[in-house]
């Protein structure tokens, strides 16, 4: 048996060097076993930081604000739609234009894109609503009161286990006179430039829960706020 020293995370003691004998070398002298929750530990900690990152500068910057044409009219300014409502009859259009049959294309006064994060640990999650405050409280119920729920399984397991109490809810750019489809493009450019760990679908899963590039991120959101 070797004489060096096992320093083993769950503290295995005699159980654990022993089963290290033929890991000494390259595991740092620990088992298989807390070798692997070493390497937990660290990547929860490398990614963490990461995450956090992100969330302090997003934090940091001034709210955006856009404002489209008010055209005094339940339609909205996305191109080449046909506003047809529900109670409607389906009739003629010409060529290159859509149908819509949804509530999707009514104007609304505004819309938010948000930032639901942790600033402690880095955890974020991005969505858009025409109420921030009640989007916020809406979260907070999901969690506390439907813990099987199915939707967004991931977000709610993380809100639980982090504490609800630690995530604030944070307007990132506003839309006026805009429709559902303007604030949910929106939303979606935001969630491919900030890649939010959060809209992950799936069980709860730290390997998942990763950000591999802050600075890239970071650099995105930065230019982002230049062209504006």
């Not at 807390?34 to 995450?51: D, F, L, V």
């Not at 709210?63 to 191109?79: K, Q, R, T, Y």
Request: aromatic fraction near 10%; include cysteine; glycine fraction near 4%.
């Amino acid at each position: 048996m070797s004489d060096k020293i096992y320093n083993c995370a769950k503290s295995f003691l005699d159980e654990c060097i022993k089963q290290s004998k033929n890991r000494a070398d390259f595991r740092g002298y620990l088992c298989f076993e807390c070798y692997q929750e070493k390497m937990r530990i660290y990547h929860r900690t490398y990614y963490a930081n990461k995450r956090r990152n992100v969330v302090t500068k997003v934090h940091d910057s001034p709210l955006i604000i856009d404002e489209f044409e008010d055209n005094s009219s339940a339609n909205c300014n996305c191109p080449d739609i046909v506003h047809v409502y529900k109670a409607s009859k389906p009739g003629k259009y010409t060529k290159g234009e859509k149908k819509v049959y949804t509530d999707n294309h009514n104007k609304m006064k505004e819309g938010h894109v948000y930032m639901l994060c942790n600033m402690d640990s880095g955890s974020y999650y991005i969505g858009s609503t025409k109420d921030p405050k009640a989007r916020e409280m809406a979260h907070r119920s999901t969690a506390t009161k439907c813990p099987e729920s199915k939707t967004q399984q991931f977000l709610y397991s993380i809100l639980r286990k982090e504490g609800i109490e630690n995530f604030i809810l944070i307007s990132l750019h506003i839309l006026k006179n805009c429709c559902v489809k303007e604030l949910t493009d929106l939303e979606n450019q935001y969630i491919k430039m900030l890649k939010p760990p959060l809209n992950t679908e799936g069980d709860i899963d730290y390997m998942n829960w990763m950000i591999e590039d802050d600075d890239s991120i970071i650099q995105s959101f930065q230019n982002m706020l230049e062209r504006l």
